[in-house]
């Protein structure tokens, strides 16, 4: 249980990731105020950026290497529950790590990227010094 419950957590962090992205831009598009919300990019930003960081340096991912872990305790594998199964479907590819790496960075880039073509509202006012 205590492993599905980090396995949706670790989800709702890739659709943060991922659909962040997505909803800032159309959110620009239809002028959306809360888009620009500071805090919500910095988070957004932070989010992908610990996943690209851990890719560059090879680190697993911590909720992954967590929820694998309590899933052998159990005595399983992947073979688990309904959720499971299909959220790791999703989640989950075969592919190269050196693959994973650049669609990270690059994905992290982008959203800097963002970050400057659509820019945040800064919490604090910022006043000119004449």
Same mark, same amino acid.
């Given at each position: 249980m205590l492993a599905? !419950? =980090?396995l949706i !957590? #670790? &989800?709702l962090i890739v659709g943060?990731?991922?659909g962040g992205l997505f909803i800032v831009w159309i959110g620009a598009i239809f002028r959306w105020k809360w888009i620009r919300h500071f805090w &919500? %990019? $910095?988070?957004h930003l932070t989010a992908i950026g610990i996943? @690209? /960081?851990e890719a560059v340096f090879g680190v697993a991912c911590p909720l992954t290497e967590w929820e694998h %872990?309590? %899933?052998?305790?159990?005595g399983g594998g992947y073979e688990g529950s309904f959720m499971q199964y299909w959220i #790791?479907? !999703?989640m989950f590819y075969s592919a190269p790590e050196y693959l994973f790496t650049i669609v990270y960075v690059s994905f992290t880039l =982008? $959203? !800097? @990227?963002? /970050?400057i073509f659509i820019p945040p509202r800064w919490p604090w006012k910022i006043t000119k010094i004449s």
């Open positions: 599905d !419950i =980090i !957590i #670790h &989800f943060f990731n991922v &919500f %990019r $910095v988070a996943v @690209a /960081l %872990r309590l %899933r052998m305790q159990d #790791h479907k !999703i =982008i $959203v !800097i @990227a963002t /970050l």
